[in-house]
């Protein structure tokens, strides 16, 4: 079985850009939830989508959005970004998602988005 | 809002030695999650913890999860240099409105 997988791995963005992650969940899994890992704040959620809603959303600005498409794959979005917006940002699927309190979370690779 | 500590944030032990790292919470937790990232990769489950002063066991490394449901340790025997790496606890949410806190992490440094 395929794992969770992310593109792109690393990439290099300036002030202002936007930037668009992909995450492929594992096959049949419909949870697909994002996070952001930084060495000082840790592992913090972003969001969740279930069967292409977004079923929890955590304390980042509006900047930060999301969707996941019929197959499950899901983008996250960062727009405008700014130098703090540097991070490793993955993605996990779950086949019963974060929200359902159930279940173990299979992380990606991670895309590190470096902000220059 | 829920919050869950994680100590200490680094531990160097010698190989050999043992280790543990401890989740804290202020309040009940559902169940809670171990993960184990290796430098450089990504968080890779390890055990979930349901039901109150359960103890689960994988080889070296044994989980508790405190009576109260409010504190969770991992300790792992006789520390082997592929044990190096950060672990991470993980409190799902209690309902749909709250979101999954992870701990902060401790990461783990072998010396030979």
């Known amino acids: 079985k395929a794992g969770v997988t992310q593109t792109p791995r690393y990439l290099i963005k300036t002030r202002g850009q936007q930037v668009t992650l992909s995450c492929s969940p594992i096959?049949?899994?419909?949870?697909v939830s994002w996070y952001q890992q930084t060495p000082g704040q840790g592992l913090q959620f972003l969001f969740e989508?279930?069967?292409?809603?977004?079923?929890n959303k955590g304390n980042f600005p509006g900047r930060f959005s999301g969707r996941q498409f019929s197959n499950s794959r899901s983008e996250m979005n960062v727009s405008t970004l700014e130098l703090g917006d540097s991070a490793l940002y993955l993605c996990?699927?779950?086949?019963?998602?974060?929200?359902?309190?159930?279940?173990?979370?299979?992380f990606g690779e991670g895309s590190r988005l470096t902000v220059l | 809002g829920q919050q869950v500590m994680q100590i200490p944030q680094y531990q160097h032990v010698q190989e050999g030695e043992d280790f543990t790292t401890y989740c804290n919470s202020s309040?009940?937790?559902?169940?809670i999650q171990w993960y184990k990232q290796r430098p450089g990769g990504h968080p890779v489950f390890l055990i979930q913890?349901?039901?109150?002063?359960e103890v689960k066991k994988q080889k070296r490394l044994t989980f508790q999860f405190g009576e109260a449901k409010k504190n969770s340790s991992l300790h792992i025997t006789a520390t082997q240099t592929t044990d190096v790496g950060t672990y991470f606890c993980?409190?799902?949410?209690?309902?749909?409105?709250?979101?999954?806190?992870f701990g902060k992490g401790t990461r783990l440094h072998i010396l030979p």
């Open positions: 096959s049949g899994h419909r949870s």
């Open positions: 309040t009940t937790l559902s169940n």
């Open positions: 993980a409190s799902p949410p209690l309902n749909r409105d709250d979101k999954i806190i």
């Open positions: 996990a699927s779950s086949g019963t998602g974060v929200a359902t309190n159930t279940g173990e979370l299979f």
């Open positions: 913890l349901v039901k109150s002063g």
């Open positions: 989508y279930f069967s292409e809603t977004q079923r």
